[in-house]
């Protein structure tokens, strides 16, 4: 268990329809990270938080944002689903960020979009 | 930009076996480099890792090393086990990527089958 939660593992919803993801980091992380994996494109990075503020950006798509609260869990919203959307989303925590720090990552919601 | 190139699986050994997953890098500077693991049904976990050349990260049996001339970071196991099998992520993150050390880049990950 890496500490980190997200809710819900699984979600079905059709096109067009908007979702949220939401996750918690592990006790003491600031950082948290969005991770896309789906069959054709791998392991992408979405988007990046740390302490409430955007850090970092992926190939993050415009009907997709991200938040992160005072009380450092975040939520990814997809709107405007489209079948591509369909894939299993990864949250990750830090403390921080740095060269050799390592990402926690969660269990992961898997998104089907019909 | 950066990337990350593994073998395609899947691998398929025998309990016992020897393993080697290959890893290569494109990189500019000096990346740290990892290998997460990600068994079925479950998020990935960190499995090693090494921030500079030649450093050898190791963990449960698994090791590799930061090759800077090779620029790669194979993994190997002297002997698997059936509880290996899982699919394996090598990656990295680089201060000279859109991002920084804030992400890593994935590889297409190998899938791992060990029979008894």
């Known amino acids: 268990d890496s500490g980190v939660t997200q809710t819900p593992k699984h979600l079905i919803t059709a096109t067009g329809q908007r979702v949220t993801l939401r996750c918690s980091p592990r006790s003491g992380d600031l950082s948290v990270y969005w991770y896309q994996q789906s069959l054709d494109q791998g392991l992408q990075f979405l988007i990046q938080?740390?302490?409430?503020?955007?850090?970092a950006k992926g190939n993050i798509l415009e009907r997709f944002s991200a938040q992160q609260f005072p009380d450092l869990h975040s939520e990814l919203n997809l709107s405007s689903l489209e079948l591509g959307d369909s894939a299993l989303y990864f949250c990750a925590s830090s403390a921080g960020g740095g060269a050799g720090e390592t990402q926690y990552f969660g269990p992961g919601t898997r998104l089907l979009v019909l | 930009g950066n990337s990350v190139t593994q073998m395609e699986g899947p691998v398929t050994l025998s309990e016992e076996a020897f393993l080697t997953i290959n890893c290569t890098y494109t990189?500019?500077?000096?990346?740290?480099l990892f290998w997460y693991v990600q068994y079925p049904g479950e998020g990935l976990q960190l499995l090693l890792k090494a921030t500079k050349a030649d450093d050898k990260g190791s963990n449960k049996g698994f090791e590799a090393t930061y090759r800077k001339e090779t620029t790669s970071f194979h993994l190997e196991k002297g002997s698997v086990q059936v509880s290996d099998s899982a699919v394996y992520f090598c990656a990295l993150k680089s201060p000279h990527e859109s991002g920084g050390y804030n992400k890593l880049i994935f590889g297409a990950g190998t899938r791992l089958a060990v029979h008894p």
């Open positions: 990189a500019t500077g000096y990346p740290s």
């Open positions: 938080y740390y302490n409430g503020e955007e850090r």
